[in-house]
């Protein structure tokens, strides 16, 4: 079975300031990684994803995220956090190559940005 | 954005109604999903399904069915609508392996 937690149900900073959403898994065999994110009232929206390869991977809006195999974990990070980040992120995993891509969720992230 | 829609996007109903809610693609993929969102819970998978007529239980089933039977809709089923069920539902879509793309979501209140 497969599970992800992710550290803190709120996290605030300052606009322009660095942001670190935790995210840590469980998986019995060689995981997919994605982070999405949830804007008010929409539907979740593809971050950026890990499947083989590179274990930095960029995805929108200046984001990315580190695959840590030792540590089992997949952080996202951005330099400067804008005020449009505000938002709620979802850490999730899936069993890799597996015949199907069932997804499992961490609890979610909202993201707080101050002026 | 991917070719995925949701209906009825608002609904309110009684305790112990039916309730059908449907997601509609026009990408032509395998894979079709419904999770439900709830606070402090993430989003968790309802129903899946792989194929036409082929389907498969997630983690929280119990109370919903789900229906295929053309590759561009997904319907779920509450038989007997509970206050517990009151929720945010989100269908998604996928090729087999790659990822999942989500639609607009249905906010769903039972009374």
């Known amino acids: 079975a497969q599970s992800v937690t992710q550290l803190g149900s709120h996290v605030s900073v300052s606009e322009g300031a660095l942001v670190l959403l935790r995210c840590n898994y469980s998986s019995s065999v060689p995981p997919y990684l994605f982070w999405y994110v949830q804007y008010p009232n929409q539907g979740l929206q593809l971050l950026l994803k890990?499947?083989?390869?590179?274990?930095l991977v960029k995805g929108i809006n200046g984001f990315e995220a580190e695959f840590k195999k030792s540590e089992t974990s997949f952080h996202l990070t951005k330099p400067s956090a804008h005020m449009s980040d505000a938002a709620e992120y979802f850490c999730a995993v899936s069993e890799g190559d597996s015949g199907y891509s069932t997804l499992t969720f961490g609890k979610g992230t909202m993201l707080l940005v101050s002026p | 954005d991917a070719g995925i829609t949701q209906s009825p996007r608002h609904k309110v109903t009684e305790t112990g109604t039916p309730v059908t809610l449907r997601c509609h693609q026009t990408?032509?993929?395998?894979?079709m999903y419904w999770y439900r969102q709830d606070p402090g819970h993430g989003l968790r998978l309802i129903h899946y399904?792989?194929?036409?007529?082929?389907?498969d239980k997630g983690e929280v089933s119990d109370g919903y069915s789900v229906s295929r039977s053309k590759t561009e809709d997904f319907l779920l089923t509450l038989e007997s609508a509970t206050s517990s069920q009151t929720s945010v539902y989100f269908c998604?879509?996928?090729?087999?392996?790659?990822?999942?793309?989500f639609g607009p979501g249905t906010r769903l209140l039972v009374l």
């Open positions: 890990y499947t083989t390869g590179a274990t």
């Open positions: 990408e032509n993929h395998r894979y």
């Open positions: 399904s792989y194929g036409v007529k082929d389907t």
């Open positions: 998604a879509i996928s090729k087999p392996q790659e990822t999942q793309y």
